[in-house]
């Protein structure tokens, strides 16, 4: 099994930055690909932005592109999403997903989530 831990949700006013970080420990050898995802107030849970763990391939979401970059960190079993310019529509639990599989958009393809973090953008 993987566990996967977010941190580093918040309060912050748009046009403003924070870092999401996803710990993962337990069989991390198992997976190929991680990915955050988000799910706003209303809406269905969609992916944001997705990786191969050996940082060959990322995906991003057309509405964070230029904004938000993933990336991580082996030897530590980390993975982040560093967020700048955010606005309001960013609103949203973030959550983090590994999958055993190659990097996918869809999230029935993850085995393994976080509980997930707020960020709240503040017009």
């Known amino acids: 099994q993987v566990r996967l831990v977010e941190s580093g949700g918040g309060l912050v006013q748009a046009g403003g930055s924070l870092r999401l970080s996803c710990a993962a420990t337990?069989?991390?050898?198992?997976?190929?690909?991680m990915a955050w995802f988000r799910q706003r107030p209303g809406k269905e849970r969609e992916f944001v932005a997705g990786?191969?763990?050996?940082?060959?391939?990322?995906v991003y979401t057309d509405s964070v592109k230029g904004r938000f970059t993933i990336s991580r960190d082996n030897a530590k079993n980390e993975m982040y999403l560093q967020m700048n310019s955010l606005k309001p529509e960013d609103t949203a639990v973030y959550y983090c997903?590994?999958?055993?599989?190659?990097?996918?958009?869809?999230?029935?393809?993850?085995?393994?989530w976080g509980q997930g973090t707020q960020v709240t953008v503040s017009a």
């Open positions: 990786m191969q763990w050996s940082g060959t391939t990322t």
């Open positions: 337990g069989r991390t050898f198992s997976l190929l690909a």
């Open positions: 997903a590994g999958t055993s599989r190659l990097v996918q958009i869809s999230g029935s393809e993850y085995n393994y």
